[in-house]
């Protein structure tokens, strides 16, 4: 399946962003006793791994001088909190994908359903993610869509640059970064911290009431929802996390810099 046009000679840039709605991480979230799947029938907001996507759409399409920024999100109930606070920060329109029987989706079936929610919106020149969601964090989501739709996939992407219909990308590394280059249209994932996202202002949020913003079943993208029993993964057991370790505390005897040094070289960080 091919996605998006590309425009050559105005560069008109149209930008998918996959926001994923969550549960606001400030109050301890819930599992359900018998799936173990986190209680999300509250209000969500906006994913802050999928802020970057967003604020990075919004840069490219202001360098390219024209083009649109789109966002795509599943979620239950109809929660819309978070997309909102994408439309406010300058994305124009949203389509939300909200069904009762897509409960029990695995990551592959959310995959299928955003790729459809993209085809959906007449397709896309490039489609940003984060690199893995805050909650859920399979971190598997992105190059499926791109592999759903046929497109090339770009992990871990810290900087971006679109010359023509060429997709330039900086992707992290372990040890630096690798220059990556690709055809658009394409997938990327974006890497926390590459930009810093805008805060909504009091217009943007204003204006975002009234951006369409449309709701949409599994149905109406013809893609059949597998449930609990048809996913492929299963949530076999969720534990604490182990407790944070204390820290190590380097006293300055005139030598301390060489022990930051090694330390810092273990985690090779240098
Ligand atoms: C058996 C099973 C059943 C599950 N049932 C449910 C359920 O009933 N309800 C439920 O809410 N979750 C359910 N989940 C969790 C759900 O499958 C994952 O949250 C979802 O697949 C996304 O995976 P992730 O968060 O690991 O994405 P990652 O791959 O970590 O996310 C990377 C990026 O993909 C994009 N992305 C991911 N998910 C979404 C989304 N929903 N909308 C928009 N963009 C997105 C974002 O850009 C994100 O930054 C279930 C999981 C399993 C294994």
């Not at 805050?134 to 989501?141: E, I, L, P």
């Not at 590394?173 to 990556?180: A, C, P, R």
């Amino acid at each position: 399946m091919v996605v998006g046009v590309i425009n050559d000679k105005n560069r008109c840039m149209n930008i998918v962003v996959c926001v994923k709605q969550i549960p606001d991480p400030a109050s301890p979230g819930a599992l359900d006793a018998t799936t173990h799947a986190l209680k999300r029938d509250g209000k969500l907001i906006l994913d802050e791994s999928d802020a970057y996507g967003v604020e990075m759409a919004l840069q490219l399409v202001a360098t390219a001088g024209s083009g649109e920024v789109y966002v795509v999100s599943m979620a239950p109930n109809g929660e819309t909190s978070g997309m909102r606070t994408a439309l406010a920060m300058g994305a124009v329109k949203g389509l939300l994908v909200s069904d009762p029987a897509l409960a029990g989706s695995d990551a592959l079936t959310t995959a299928k359903i955003l790729a459809a929610a993209v085809t959906k919106l007449g397709g896309a020149d490039l489609i940003i993610t984060g690199t893995e969601s805050s909650d859920g964090y399979t971190g598997t989501v992105p190059e499926q869509i791109a592999e759903v739709l046929g497109l090339p996939s770009v992990t871990f992407a810290k900087k971006v640059k679109i010359e023509g219909s060429v997709l330039k990308v900086d992707r992290q590394s372990e040890s630096g970064y690798d220059e990556v280059e690709c055809t658009l249209p394409a997938v990327i994932s974006v890497t926390a911290g590459v930009v810093e996202p805008r805060y909504p202002s009091f217009k943007g949020i204003m204006d975002a009431k009234k951006k369409p913003l449309d709701v949409v079943t599994a149905s109406d993208l013809a893609v059949t929802p597998t449930g609990w029993a048809g996913a492929g993964q299963k949530i076999v057991n969720v534990t604490q996390a182990e407790a944070r370790k204390a820290g190590q505390v380097i006293e300055d005897d005139g030598e301390a810099f060489g022990k930051i040094v090694d330390f810092l070289e273990n985690l090779k960080l240098i």
